[in-house]
Nanobody, 127 residues
């Protein structure tokens, strides 16, 4: 079965950068929309970004537009989230997720539409 593993999280100062990776095994990601989500303690899960199966289309939450970039390398079965100009409010556990059921790219950032999830990686932005 499909497994997703996030990596690249850590502690960074405000204004710094991190690059998260989502590596898949057990199945190819070629046909799946992939999303990044985040959740901070006491907060609801929020969508961050998503990318179509080919990588030709992307969507971002307003809070990260211009700062984050999602990309994918299907040959490596990996999706990335480049995070620049990080802010304390970006602190959260970040999850990648695959939508293996909906057969078109909607650009929506709705967690309920994603059926496979990674374990998450902690991102902490603090001085």
């Amino acid at each position: 079965q499909l497994q997703l593993v996030e990596s690249g999280g850590g502690l960074v100062q405000p204004g710094g950068s991190l690059r998260l990776s989502c590596a898949a095994s057990g199945s190819t990601l070629d046909y799946y929309t992939i999303g990044w989500f985040r959740q901070a303690p006491g907060k609801e899960r929020e969508g961050v970004s998503c990318i179509s199966s080919s990588g030709s289309r992307t969507n971002y939450a307003d809070s990260v537009k211009g700062r984050f970039t999602i990309s994918r390398d299907n040959a490596k079965n990996t999706v990335y989230l480049q995070m620049n100009s990080l802010k304390p409010e970006d602190t959260a556990v970040y999850y990648c997720a695959a939508d293996t059921r909906i057969k078109y790219y909607s650009g929506r950032l709705l967690g309920r539409e994603y059926d496979y999830w990674g374990q998450g990686t902690q991102v902490t932005v603090s001085s």
